[in-house]
Nanobody, 116 residues
Framework: QVQLVESGGGLVQAGGSLRLSCAAS????????MAWYRQAPGKQRELVAR???????DYADSVKGRFTISRDNAKNPVYLQMNSLQPDDTAVYYC??????????WGQGTQVTVSS
């Protein structure tokens, strides 16, 4: 079992930046995919960015060129650097992990609010 804890959310003005971190409760040495999702009020949860074990990345069209997903060491497996934030980026951001066994883990979410 793995617990994921996000941090780094907060309130920022449009055009500003935030860096989200996802820390794991234990070392994770093997993954399939790590990703960030977000859910705005009244909307479905959507994929923001993902990174595979091989380092390949994908981004939602709405964040391409502004957000960057990266991986670090085994205990803090994924980051999301968010630049040029806009009010439409306001949402709860969730960390996602899928491991080779097929098990999926979610964090509890961190709120990102962008004021205009």
């Amino acid at each position: 079992q793995v617990q994921l804890v996000e941090s780094g959310g907060g309130l920022v003005q449009a055009g500003g930046s935030l860096r989200l971190s996802c820390a794991a409760s234990r070392s994770i040495f093997s993954i399939n995919v790590m990703a960030w999702y977000r859910q705005a009020p009244g909307k479905q949860r959507e994929l923001v960015a993902r990174i595979t074990n091989g380092g390949s990345t994908d981004y939602a069209d709405s964040v391409k060129g502004r957000f960057t997903i990266s991986r670090d060491n085994a205990k803090n497996p994924v980051y999301l650097q968010m630049n040029s934030l806009q009010p439409d980026d306001t949402a709860v951001y969730y960390c996602y992990l899928r491991v080779p066994t097929g098990a999926i883990y979610w964090g509890q979410g961190t709120q990102v609010t962008v004021s205009s």
